[in-house]
């Protein structure tokens, strides 16, 4: 250890660059680390903190002794909680209002939402708690007091979590909370208003599958609107937030991996950079596995240092947007629990570099002594096969860096990792604000949608402008046979693939009201084919059979989605209903075929993404893609400097000798950019590569399986991309052109080491 100090304190400069590089790359991992765990944990994290009950039923009010004498029966119940939740109502407080707020009359039992601050509703008269996201988006405190119609002004108890949603205003709905008592104590002891809500505990969540299907006798002839479980809610958040959550966690592991990658390329670059050294050591009678076991030391204690540092600086950085994207979803951070990840990147990042050097310590060493002397890696054989056209003084640093193959190998894959890595930045960027403004990513064709019946579909379709209109009706449903499996049926009253196409991935378009096509996501998780059957139960009405013929690519409902027609499901739900989707003709302006509907009395809407518009959430977004694209910038920057602060250092003889012979500062600079150029073009040019071959498609596939994701990246992002390491370039020549000029000429003469 004492040894390997002193060697370390002999190469200060060299240590310093290489712990930047290491806390850049901790920097990465610390960003992306944080970012993808607390987005893939943060819903089940969110769920034990506030006793997410594992059912959650919605039925039209009633009183509470029905219900509870069809629910009591209910088979593996442990516990059952009724609420009324009042729809419409006004909310004020802090010069905010709206009038299609949320009340939830809470009974005695267990809650099914945690209080974050404050305390909970107790017996004290002319209280409320108010929904996390209410409190945040009104700038809410506990003890502030919120004007509640019917109820006039109650006081602030508590900030409440419930994970059966995503937060206001995400969610357009704000909520409060009020006690039972409360209500008898406005309107009279006599009160008896009902129940429309059940939160169900089970005592063996395992068997969740034989309680629903006892539920569904047990509440029949009742009104039942929703049957949600907790597979239910986490899609309908997944649902809310589009596919957003999925790539950002992916794309966080994408990046941790690319900055092991680099860490490792660097490492493998000190240690060949000091292969004379090496030489001299074996000379001297170190043995092979010394001198290997003496890099690997010095590379862990300049790591370990470095890479805490990065990973600490990386999580601060990157935890103050990841909570606010957790708080729009209902979810929570990850607090303390993230020590147990950063340590295990931190133990990643250290074993990285210690392999990093071992492994081309162990290879340099395989080599004769007199090699390592000359350098190791230094290019050799025929002249013929290493002449480089000259280019003057830019040609010169070009070739200073092909004549160090290791190190050019290694630099320009570390380079061409984070150029892909920024490139998947771009691209998911891109993917978001397509599937937020662009329906034909989700494979819809019909640009608007108006409210009406199927006999409205005509008088729209005879409209200037508009190609076809039918109703689309859709059906949240369970399959039959695996209760906990919901999804959508999408139905329209007779093709639906000139309003919605998803790409076919087997079998063939449904002809028949008896045949459906399924997503693949579905497809998957229940094992269907096409010719297979497939059995539902849409919420209200008895099950119905249908013969799967066809899976499509949907990334509607997480590809949990069955397109049917609707003849079948409105004679099991005369009521069935739906807007009108209507398809634009070919050139027609959309503003006016607007206004065209509104003067025939029709009130239109544009056709919504898959991901939502609210710009506050749009914003946190943003604010996450930039914390990790400017981690990976980082590492380019370190990655670049470091490389050519090594080339100065082979080449100081020969740099100090351009100087003596009055060469200026400009002609350094020319030479280094000739370096950096030979670094960067070959690293944005494997970058384009690695995106679109390697990284994309592995993105796209974690990221969504059951759908086609276009993760790919045009002209513009290449040259943003490029011009992004260029401009990174012409900092670190500026930078190691400063600090050679400074050298005293006859100290750079004297010695090259």
């Given at each position: 250890m004492r040894r390997a100090l002193r060697r370390l304190r002999g190469r200060r400069r060299r240590v310093l660059t290489a712990a930047a590089l290491t806390a850049a790359a901790g920097l990465a991992v610390g960003v992306a680390g944080t970012v993808g765990f607390s987005l893939a944990t943060g819903y089940d994290r969110a769920a034990q903190r506030t006793d997410q009950p594992d059912v959650l039923g919605r039925f039209a009010p009633q009183r509470l002794s029905v219900l509870r004498e069809r629910l009591d029966r209910l088979p593996n119940v442990e516990a059952i909680s009724y609420r009324l939740e009042v729809n419409r109502v006004r909310l004020a407080a802090n010069g905010q209002s709206k009038r299609n707020g949320a009340v939830h009359v809470v009974r005695p039992g267990r809650r099914g939402y945690g209080v974050v601050a404050g305390r909970d509703l107790g017996s004290r008269a002319g209280e409320a708690l108010v929904e996390r996201g209410v409190a945040e988006e009104w700038k809410l405190q506990v003890g502030d007091r919120i004007d509640v119609g019917g109820l006039g002004s109650l006081r602030i108890a508590g900030i409440a979590l419930s994970v059966d949603n995503v937060a206001f205003p995400l969610a357009t709905v704000p909520r409060i909370y009020v006690s039972e008592a409360e209500i008898s104590r406005r309107f009279g002891a006599d009160a008896n208003p009902g129940v429309n809500l059940a939160l169900v505990w089970l005592a063996d969540p395992s068997r969740l599958d034989i309680t629903l299907a006892a539920a569904r006798p047990a509440v029949f002839g009742l009104r039942t609107e929703q049957l949600l479980t907790k597979r239910a809610v986490r899609q309908v958040i997944d649902q809310a937030a589009g596919i957003v959550i999925a790539l950002l966690a992916v794309f966080g592991l994408v990046a941790c991996a690319c900055a092991g990658v680099m860490l490792a390329a660097a490492s493998a670059a000190e240690v060949r950079r000091r292969a004379p050294a090496l030489g001299v050591q074996r000379a001297l009678g170190a043995t092979r596995g010394a001198v290997v076991g003496d890099e690997t030391l010095d590379a862990v204690l300049v790591a370990a240092p470095a890479a805490a540092l990065g990973l600490g600086v990386g999580a601060l950085a990157a935890a103050g947007p990841t909570a606010n994207l957790l708080g729009f979803l209902n979810e929570v951070a990850p607090g303390s629990a993230l020590l147990w990840p950063l340590a295990g990147a931190f133990a990643g990042l250290v074993t990285v570099a210690a392999a990093g050097a071992a492994w081309p310590a162990w290879r340099l060493n395989r080599k004769a002594v007199s090699e390592l002397l000359r350098g190791g890696d230094l290019a050799t054989g025929p002249a013929k096969r290493r002449r480089v056209p000259?280019?003057?003084?830019?040609?010169?640093?070009?070739?200073?860096?092909?004549?160090?193959?290791?190190?050019?190998?290694?630099?320009?894959?570390?380079?061409?990792?984070?150029?892909?890595?920024?490139?998947?930045?771009?691209?998911?960027?891109?993917?978001?604000?397509?599937?937020?403004?662009?329906?034909?990513?989700?494979?819809?064709?019909?640009?608007?949608?108006?409210?009406?019946?199927?006999?409205?579909?005509?008088?729209?379709?005879?409209?200037?402008?508009?190609?076809?209109?039918?109703?689309?009706?859709?059906?949240?449903?369970?399959?039959?046979?695996?209760?906990?499996?919901?999804?959508?049926?999408?139905?329209?009253?007779?093709?639906?693939?000139?309003?919605?196409?998803?790409?076919?991935?087997?079998?063939?378009?449904?002809?028949?009201?008896?045949?459906?096509?399924?997503?693949?996501?579905?497809?998957?998780?229940?094992?269907?084919?096409?010719?297979?059957?497939?059995?539902?139960?849409?919420?209200?009405?008895?099950?119905?059979?249908?013969?799967?013929?066809?899976?499509?690519?949907?990334?509607?409902?997480?590809?949990?989605?069955?397109?049917?027609?609707?003849?079948?499901?409105?004679?099991a739900d005369p009521s069935l209903g739906g807007p009108i989707a209507i398809r634009l003709a070919s050139g027609a302006d959309r503003a006016d075929v607007v206004r065209r509907l509104d003067a025939a009395g029709f009130e239109s809407s544009a056709t919504g993404g898959a991901t939502p518009r609210n710009r506050s959430f749009l914003g946190v977004l943003a604010s996450v893609l930039r914390a990790v694209a400017l981690a990976i910038g980082l590492v380019c920057l370190a990655a670049i400097l470091q490389t050519l602060a090594l080339t100065t250092r082979d080449r100081r003889r020969a740099l100090a000798v351009m100087r003596a012979t009055g060469a200026p500062p400009g002609a350094l600079a020319a030479v280094l950019t000739g370096t950096a150029a030979a670094l960067i073009v070959p690293a944005v040019v494997l970058a384009v590569l690695l995106q679109r071959f390697v990284l994309g498609p592995i993105v796209a596939e974690l990221a969504a399986s059951y759908a086609t994701l276009p993760l790919g990246v045009g002209a513009t992002g290449i040259l943003l991309v490029g011009g992004g390491l260029a401009a990174i370039g012409a900092v670190a020549v500026l930078v190691v052109t400063r600090a050679a000029t400074r050298e005293p000429v006859a100290a750079g003469i004297e010695r090259d080491d």
């Open positions: 000259s280019g003057g003084l830019f040609g010169l640093g070009a070739r200073f860096a092909f004549a160090r193959r290791g190190r050019w190998t290694s630099t320009i894959s570390a380079l061409a990792v984070a150029g892909a890595a920024m490139l998947l930045v771009l691209a998911v960027a891109d993917l978001l604000v397509s599937l937020r403004d662009d329906p034909g990513t989700l494979g819809r064709r019909y640009a608007l949608t108006v409210p009406g019946e199927q006999r409205d579909a005509r008088t729209i379709a005879r409209i200037p402008g508009v190609a076809a209109a039918a109703q689309r009706s859709t059906v949240e449903a369970a399959d039959s046979f695996s209760l906990t499996e919901p999804l959508r049926v999408i139905a329209y009253p007779g093709d639906h693939v000139p309003f919605e196409a998803p790409p076919l991935a087997e079998g063939r378009r449904l002809a028949a009201d008896g045949e459906v096509e399924v997503g693949l996501g579905l497809a998957d998780t229940l094992g269907l084919r096409p010719g297979s059957e497939l059995a539902i139960q849409p919420a209200g009405s008895g099950e119905l059979r249908f013969r799967v013929v066809g899976i499509v690519r949907a990334l509607e409902n997480d590809g949990r989605v069955v397109y049917a027609r609707t003849a079948r499901l409105r004679d």
